[in-house]
């Protein structure tokens, strides 16, 4: 367990509420920022912990400020708004990224925060909603080793494994490669079951055998049974999922990457969408098939 810190933490979502949480338990002093105010309120009244008005005034003091909001505008927004984080951050702060954004807001980030004498790391997140309640993220950092080194026994509140990668922008490209993998499994997965069915198969009996074998994956084994039920509340969203499959088909542009399959699913993602289940969680595919 880490020493005791001065922590800010901005965005309150399905991922943040619970990570700002950890943090209290972990015997931090935590003031919290949200755009909506009443779910800063909310947790502040379940954690014990502080609220801010602006990002500002919650950095204010702080030893590290994580952020954990929607996309590149907003942390940029949240940065370096009149009110933002870099108004009143103080030298020898560090700020430690969670959001998902491209790898090249992460280098702008950090060239911004190193010019006022503040660390950045791009450190995205995978695990989902459960990993952030239960505390077992794993966490994928860019950035320098001495800002690593600082940040990582305080991730461990809510990590079950933080990795430096590389340079700034690493942990974000490596997102991009576990959001590559995601889409593939969960259409892998979703024709399968379809294929199941439609055969007349027992089909829970077929995940608990082929769970066991080669097929396997954390996909299978956490939503296998759910994409059977039709269930399709489990946290990570269609909305977000396109979001994030946008910035990665955009960098394979950039260095001549092929992702056919990503952008395959990214279009079903789509008609998941129109059909109105944006806000289902990514196993959805299967709702195409049926």
């Given at each position: 367990?880490?020493?005791?810190?001065?922590?800010?933490?901005?965005?309150?979502?399905?991922?943040?509420?619970?990570?700002?949480?950890?943090?209290v338990s972990a015997g931090h002093d935590v003031t919290v920022y949200n755009r909506t105010a009443a779910k800063a309120d909310a947790w502040?009244?379940?954690?014990?912990?502080?609220?801010?008005?602006?990002?500002?005034?919650?950095?204010?003091?702080?030893?590290?400020?994580?952020?954990?909001?929607?996309?590149?505008?907003?942390?940029?927004?949240?940065?370096?708004?009149?009110?933002?984080?870099?108004?009143?951050?103080?030298?020898?702060?560090?700020?430690?990224?969670?959001?998902?954004?491209?790898?090249?807001?992460?280098?702008?980030?950090?060239?911004?925060?190193?010019?006022?004498?503040?660390?950045?790391?791009?450190?995205?997140?995978?695990?989902?909603?459960?990993?952030?309640?239960?505390?077992?993220?794993?966490?994928?950092?860019?950035?320098?080793?001495?800002?690593?080194?600082?940040?990582?026994?305080?991730?461990?509140?809510?990590?079950?494994?933080?990795?430096?990668?590389?340079?700034?922008?690493?942990?974000?490209?490596?997102?991009?490669?576990?959001?590559?993998?995601?889409?593939?499994?969960?259409?892998?997965?979703?024709?399968?079951?379809?294929?199941?069915?439609?055969?007349?198969?027992?089909?829970?009996?077929?995940?608990?055998?082929?769970?066991?074998?080669?097929?396997?994956?954390?996909?299978?084994?956490?939503?296998?049974?759910?994409?059977?039920?039709?269930?399709?509340?489990?946290?990570?969203?269609?909305?977000?999922?396109?979001?994030?499959?946008?910035?990665?088909?955009?960098?394979?542009?950039?260095?001549?990457?092929?992702?056919?399959?990503?952008?395959?699913?990214?279009?079903?993602?789509?008609?998941?969408?129109?059909?109105?289940?944006?806000?289902?969680?990514?196993?959805?595919?299967?709702?195409?098939?049926?």
């Open positions: 367990m880490s020493e005791p810190r001065k922590v800010t933490f901005i965005g309150l979502g399905i991922m943040g509420f619970p990570m700002a949480g950890h943090l502040a009244g379940r954690y014990g912990g502080g609220s801010a008005s602006t990002p500002a005034k919650a950095s204010e003091g702080a030893d590290m400020i994580f952020l954990c909001v929607g996309n590149d505008d907003d942390v940029r927004s949240v940065l370096l708004s009149e009110d933002g984080v870099l108004q009143q951050a103080k030298s020898g702060s560090l700020v430690i990224d969670h959001t998902t954004t491209s790898a090249s807001l992460a280098r702008e980030m950090k060239s911004i925060c190193e010019s006022e004498q503040i660390g950045f790391l791009d450190a995205p997140i995978s695990g989902g909603q459960a990993g952030a309640e239960n505390g077992i993220l794993t966490v994928m950092c860019g950035g320098e080793k001495p800002s690593f080194d600082q940040a990582q026994p305080v991730i461990e509140a809510y990590s079950r494994l933080c990795t430096l990668i590389g340079p700034s922008g690493s942990g974000q490209l490596t997102k991009m490669v576990n959001q590559i993998c995601i889409a593939g499994l969960l259409q892998g997965l979703a024709e399968a079951l379809d294929f199941g069915r439609r055969s007349g198969l027992d089909l829970n009996l077929v995940l608990d055998t082929i769970g066991k074998g080669a097929a396997g994956s954390w996909q299978m084994e956490n939503r296998g049974s759910t994409m059977v039920k039709n269930e399709f509340d489990f946290g990570f969203a269609v909305d977000l999922m396109r979001k994030d499959l946008g910035i990665v088909m955009e960098e394979a542009q950039k260095i001549g990457a092929t992702v056919e399959v990503t952008e395959i699913v990214d279009r079903f993602y789509s008609d998941i969408q129109r059909s109105g289940g944006g806000r289902w969680d990514t196993s959805s595919l299967i709702s195409r098939l049926r």
